[in-house]
């Protein structure tokens, strides 16, 4: 998708940068190169398998603490606590 832009023969700069920012534009390329620098890479299957379990590990755990009368908040942090591997005893 390159662009090939030569400047004429006695022509000022000033139009050729004119010419050439206008023959950019058109060609698209800046708002290719936008989408480009934007896109989310997809994830692989093993990363969305592995965010997936963490969640399903999250959720069982903080039921867990739901059930055994804490708030809402406070089982949230000792399931990500539990998750991590941070427990007292």
Do not use: C
């Not at 006695?10 to 058109?26: D, G, N, V, W």
């Not at 934007?38 to 299957?45: A, L």
């Amino acid at each position: 998708m390159a662009t090939v832009i030569r400047r004429k023969e006695s022509e000022p700069l000033s139009s050729f940068l004119y010419r050439a920012t206008k023959r950019i534009q058109r060609s698209g390329v800046l708002l290719e190169a936008r989408r480009r620098k934007f896109r989310r890479q997809e994830q692989t299957k093993n990363s969305t398998y592995r965010s997936a379990m963490h969640r399903l590990n999250m959720e069982r755990e903080m039921q867990k603490f739901l059930k055994q009368g804490f708030s809402l908040e406070e089982s949230v942090d000792r399931a990500r606590k539990m998750n991590k591997g941070i427990t007292r005893k």
